[in-house]
């Protein structure tokens, strides 16, 4: 691996060479947005829906899990040369 090319799985925030070292507003919507389907089609939260002070709606749910870093994602990043980052997605909220 080059210097030039960025780590394939970094574990730190310093080792995102592609894109912003944060989630971005796109990102975000699209997470919420499948998670949110995926609630809609039966899957089970991730959260006691009960305990938790928030309305059963299932986008919601998804923000919720998403702002507590409760989803074990990780975003794909690519580059017009080619280049891939695969980022977890706990670095990018953290």
Do not use: C, N, W
């Amino acid at each position: 691996m080059s210097e030039r090319e960025p780590k394939l799985y970094p574990t730190t925030k310093d080792e995102i060479k592609i894109g912003p070292p944060f989630l971005t507003k796109y990102e975000r919507a699209k997470i919420i947005g499948l998670r949110a389907l995926q609630l809609d089609y039966g899957a089970f939260p991730l959260i006691d829906v009960e305990r938790a002070e928030i309305r059963k709606d299932p986008i919601e749910i998804a923000r919720y899990e998403l702002d507590h870093g409760l989803l074990p994602l990780s975003i794909v990043r690519h580059t017009p040369a080619g280049q891939v980052q695969i980022i977890p997605l706990k670095l990018l909220l953290s």
